[in-house]
T-cell receptor
C-alpha cells in the first residue's frame, strides 16, 4: 500500500530564508507527484505537477524535484515571504486517485 | 472560469439526518473524486468515478453513497449522519486517473454533525 510522508510537520522561518520541504513515498511506481498549497479554511491550490519521467519542475520561486527510485520529492522555496505561510501538501498518483501526505505547515515571520 | 464548485460551503446536521453534497466541474473531466480531510489524518479518498454512470469505493466509503448521473456532476450522500462524519469534504476532478494529468480541487464543504 502506497504511503506518503511529509517531514517536518511544521516549520517556522524568518522572511528571506530559502527552505526545503520533504516528501517521501513507499512505492516508486507512480504516474506523477503534485504539490499543493492550502490556506487555513480554504481549498487546495495546485503548485507544481511533476510527471514520473521528469526530475524537476519550476514555477517562480518554487522548484520541485522528484527522485522516483528513492521515493523522494522536495519542494524548494526561495526567498520566503510572509505570504508563503500555509500548509503544503504532497500527493502521488499511483493508481486511480491521489494519495496525500499529511502536510507541512509553514510559517514565515516578517 | 469556475473549475470545480462545491455546494454547500457549510452545513450543520443533526445525528440521523441526511444530506447531499454537490460537486460540479466545467472542465469536461472524466474522473471525479470525493475526499475528506480531518486533523491529523490528512486527505482520505471516500469514493471516486471514472466516468458518467460509474462509481467506485475509496479508502473510507462506509456511511456514504455517490452518484454520477451527468459527466459534470458528482454527488456525495450521507443517509444517516453521524458525529464521526464531521469533517471538511473536498471534491476533485482530472482528465484521467491513469494518465499524468493535474487534479483540480473545489473549495471544500465544512460539515458538522451534532
Amino acid at each position: 500500500k502506497q504511503e506518503v510522508t511529509q517531514i517536518p510537520a511544521a516549520l517556522s522561518v524568518p522572511e528571506g530564508e530559502n527552505l526545503v520541504l520533504n516528501c517521501s513515498f513507499t512505492d516508486s511506481a507512480i504516474y506523477n507527484l503534485q504539490w499543493f498549497r492550502q490556506d487555513p479554511g480554504k481549498g487546495l491550490t495546485s503548485l507544481l505537477l511533476i510527471q514520473s519521467s521528469q526530475r524537476e519542475q519550476t514555477s517562480g520561486r518554487l522548484n520541485a524535484s522528484l527522485d522516483k527510485s528513492s521515493g523522494r520529492s522536495t519542494l524548494y522555496i526561495a526567498a520566503s515571504q510572509p505570504g508563503d505561510s500555509a500548509t503544503y501538501l504532497c500527493a502521488v498518483k499511483a493508481g486511480t486517485a491521489l494519495i496525500f501526505g499529511k502536510g507541512t505547515t509553514l510559517s514565515v515571520s516578517s | 472560469n469556475a473549475g470545480v464548485t462545491q455546494t454547500p460551503k457549510f452545513r450543520v446536521l443533526k445525528t440521523g439526518q441526511s444530506m447531499t453534497l454537490l460537486c460540479a466541474q466545467d472542465m469536461n473531466h472524466e474522473y471525479m473524486y470525493w475526499y475528506r480531510q480531518d486533523p491529523g489524518m490528512g486527505l482520505r479518498l471516500i469514493h471516486y468515478s471514472v466516468g458518467e454512470g460509474t462509481t467506485a469505493k475509496g479508502e473510507v466509503p462506509d456511511g456514504y453513497n455517490v452518484s454520477r448521473l451527468k459527466k459534470q456532476n458528482f454527488l456525495l450522500g450521507l443517509e444517516s449522519a453521524a458525529p464521526s462524519q464531521t469533517s471538511v469534504y473536498f471534491c476533485a476532478s482530472s482528465y484521467s486517473g491513469r494518465l499524468s494529468t493535474e487534479a483540480f480541487f473545489g473549495q471544500g464543504t465544512r460539515l458538522t454533525v451534532v
